[in-house]
C-alpha cells in the first residue's frame, strides 16, 4: 500500500529489514558497520535450526571478511570441497577442484548454515543501534516521499514505525514483495527431491558428489561437524506421503549407506525446485533481497551465495544514502547490477539440474558419452574442474565508469565492474595480512607505482577524503620501507607475493577507485585519474562534504572493535 503525499513526521529507523535470515542478518551489519540505525524483524521465534544452505562461495567468506566476522564462520566450514559428478556405476563424469583463491578464499566451502547464521546474529550485539525483534510479523506498509510507515503484529500487539528504508530480506513467500506489488516471474520444476540431513556422518569423507543415476538421481553432500546431506529424485508415480514414509527413507539410505537403520536423522523434506526473479528490486523506498528477489535451483549451491552479494551490494549504497554521501538515485543501480547476474546464477542452476536429472537410460547414456569427451579435452576439463563456467560479477552500467572511447570489445577487457583480487600483503605496520583487511571496508583509491595525492591532484584527493575514502600506494615488497614519496594519509602496500603485480602486468590500467563491496568503480591510466575522479562522483551520485545528512535522524558512524579472535577489519570511514 502506497500513500501519496510527504509527511513530516521524525523517522523510528533508518532501514528495517524484513526477515532475519542470512540475507537480513548481513545487511544489518554491513549497515550497522556504519552507524545506520537498523531494525531487524522476523514473524518468527528465533533463528531456523536445521540446515538449508551447504556451500559457501569465496564472494561471500569475503563479505564476512568486511564485516568483521569471517574467524567466526570459518570453524563451521569445510574448505577446498571437491564436488564430483558420477554416472550410475559411480565413474566420475566431471569434477569440480578449483585450487585458485583471487579473492583470498577458498572458492567451494561446505559449511552449517544455523551455525553461520547465528554468528551473524551474534555480529549485530556489537551496534547499540541495532535492534532484532522476533514475532514481529509486517501486516501493512505505507509509503510516502520521506518514510516508509510500517505496521507490526504479533502476540506483543500492533506497532506502527517509521523507517527511511524497507528491505524484504524474507524469503521465497515474502511479505514484503507482495506489498510492494511486485511479480515474480519464471517456473517450478515439477520434479521432487527428498532432502534428508544426518548427524554423525555415516560416510565421513570431505567431498561431496551429485549421482547422475538414471534409475534415480542423488546428492551426498558433506557438511560439517559430522553432518551430511543425502537428496533423492522422486519420480512422478510416487507421492509426498510415501516419500515421508521411514521404509522409503531406509530404501534410499540403503543405496549409499550399509547399515540405513542406523542414519541419525536431523530431519527430512520433500522440496521442489523453483526458477524465478521478481519484476523489480526496488519500488520507491522499499527493496528486495535473497530469496524475496529470486529463488533458484541448489545445484549450483548459489541461492545462499547469491543472497549474500545483494547484501553486500545493497548495503553501502544504503549506508551512503542514509549518510547524506550520496543521492537516492544511487539505490537504482543495485536492481541494475544484481539482476543481471541473478539471472545467469538461476539459468547455469537450473541448466546443470536439467542436465543431472534424465531418468531416460538412453539419454543419460548419450550426456554421459558428452562430458567424458569434453574431460578429454584439456581446456574444458579444466574449464570445469576450476568453475570457470561461473558467471562473475562484471557490471556494464551501475555504480561502475567505464573510460569513454570504449567499444564492447573494450569493456570486455576492461577491469570495471569486476571485482578486484585479494592477495596477501606487507605494510609497515603488517605482515602477511588479506589485502581487504589493509583497505577497510570503505571507498579505496590505489595506485601502483605511484603517489594517490600526486596523481589525483589535490581538489579529487579532498573529495575522496572527505567521502572517507582510503589511499595506498602499492609497491613492489623490495620498496616497501623506501620512504620517498611518504605521505602520512597514504598507506603504503608491499607485494608480498607478487599478486598485485602479475594482476597489474595485465592490465594498462594503474589506477584504481575500488568500492565498499570491492568492485572496481573505475580504472585508468595515471594521467586520466582527475577526470575518471570526477566522473565517478557524479556517475555514483557521491557528495562529498555531505557528512550525515540525516533529516533529523541524528545517525552517526559507530566504528566497531574486531572479535577478539578475528582478524578482519571493521571500521568504516573516517
Known amino acids: 500500500m502506497v500513500a501519496p503525499g510527504p509527511e513530516t513526521s521524525p523517522v523510528d529507523v533508518d532501514v528495517l529489514v524484513v526477515g532475519a535470515g542470512p540475507v537480513g542478518l548481513t545487511l544489518a551489519n554491513v549497515l550497522g558497520l556504519q552507524g545506520v540505525r537498523t531494525l531487524v524483524v522476523d514473524e518468527r521465534d528465533t533463528l531456523i535450526d536445521y540446515p538449508r544452505g551447504v556451500g559457501l562461495d569465496d564472494e561471500a567468506l569475503r563479505a564476512f571478511q568486511s564485516i568483521g566476522l569471517v574467524d567466526r564462520v570459518l570453524p563451521h566450514t569445510v574448505p577446498n570441497q571437491i564436488l564430483r559428478f558420477v554416472d550410475a556405476k559411480r565413474r566420475v563424469l566431471a569434477e569440480m577442484a578449483p585450487a585458485q583463491a583471487f579473492f583470498g578464499w577458498p572458492r567451494r566451502n561446505g559449511f552449517v548454515q544455523p551455525l553461520v547464521d547465528a554468528e551473524l546474529l551474534r555480529g549485530l550485539d556489537r551496534f547499540p543501534h541495532v535492534q532484532v525483534r522476533w514475532e514481529r510479523p509486517m501486516t501493512a506498509c505505507r509509503q510516502d516521499d520521506c518514510a516508509v510507515t510500517v505496521d507490526l503484529g504479533g502476540e506483543q500487539g500492533p506497532e506502527s514505525l517509521r523507517a527511511r528504508y524497507v528491505v524484504g530480506c524474507d524469503g521465497g513467500r515474502s511479505t514484503t514483495r507482495r506489498m510492494m506489488g511486485v511479480s515474480f516471474d519464471g517456473t517450478t520444476s515439477s520434479t521432487r527431491w527428498l532432502v534428508v540431513d544426518v548427524a554423525n556422518d555415516p560416510l565421513g569423507h570431505p567431498n561431496s558428489e551429485v549421482g547422475a543415476d538414471p534409475e534415480r538421481p542423488y546428492a551426498s553432500i558433506s557438511i560439517a561437524h559430522g553432518i551430511r546431506r543425502f537428496e533423492f529424485m522422486i519420480h512422478n508415480h510416487e507421492t509426498d506421503e510415501q516419500a515421508e514414509d521411514p521404509a522409503f527413507l531406509r530404501q534410499m539410505l540403503g543405496r549409499m549407506v550399509p547399515h540405513p537403520d ?180 570503505w571507498f579505496s583509491v590505489v595506485c601502483w607505482n605511484n603517489n594517490p595525492r600526486a596523481i589525483l591532484g589535490e581538489v579529487a584527493f579532498k573529495s575522496w577524503e572527505a567521502l572517507g575514502a582510503r589511499f595506498f600506494a602499492l609497491r613492489p615488497a623490495t620498496q616497501l620501507h623506501w620512504p620517498g614519496h611518504d605521505d602520512p594519509d597514504i598507506v603504503v602496500v608491499g607485494d608480498r607475493n607478487g599478486g598485485l603485480k602479475s594482476w597489474f602486468d595485465t592490465h594498462p590500467e594503474s589506477v584504481l577507485f575500488l568500492r565498499p563491496d570491492r568492485c572496481i568503480a573505475g580504472a585508468c591510466i595515471a594521467q586520466r585519474a582527475p577526470e575518471l575522479s570526477a566522473a565517478l562522483l557524479e556517475a555514483l551520485a557521491l557528495t562529498p562534504g555531505g557528512g550525515d545528512r540525516q533529516s533529523g535522524t541524528g545517525s552517526v558512524l559507530y566504528v566497531a572493535q574486531p572479535a577478539a579472535e578475528s582478524s578482519g577489519t571493521v571500521a568504516g570511514p573516517a
Open 262 to 441: 542406523r542414519v541419525d536423522v536431523i530431519r527430512r523434506r520433500v522440496y521442489t525446485h523453483h526458477s524465478r526473479i521478481a519484476g523489480a528490486f526496488r519500488s520507491g523506498r522499499m527493496l528486495l533481497a535473497g530469496d524475496a528477489a529470486h529463488l533458484m535451483p541448489v545445484w549450483q549451491g548459489q541461492g545462499y551465495n547469491s543472497g549474500i552479494r545483494d547484501a553486500f551490494n545493497l548495503g553501502w549504497k544504503l549506508a551512503a544514502v542514509v549518510r547524506g554521501l550520496a543521492d537516492e538515485q544511487l539505490l537504482d543501480t543495485y536492481d541494475v547490477e544484481r539482476r543481471k547476474h541473478a539471472r545467469a546464477m538461476i539459468d547455469l542452476s537450473t541448466m546443470v539440474g536439467r542436465a543431472i536429472s534424465p531418468t531416460n537410460r538412453r539419454v543419460a547414456r548419450a550426456r554421459d558419452l558428452l562430458v567424458r569427451s569434453a574431460s578429454v579435452v584439456p581446456t574444458l576439463k579444466r574449464y570445469v574442474l576450476e568453475m570457470r563456467f561461473k558467471p562473475m560479477p562484471r557490471y556494464e552500467q551501475g555504480a561502475v565508469v567505464h573510460e569513454p572511447g570504449h567499444g564492447k570489445a573494450g569493456r570486455a577487457a576492461s577491469p570495471v565492474g569486476t571485482l578486484f583480487i585479494q592477495p596477501r600483503v606487507d605494510t609497515r605496520s603488517q605482515q602477511d595480512v588479506l589485502l581487504d583487511d589493509v583497505l577497510g571496508n
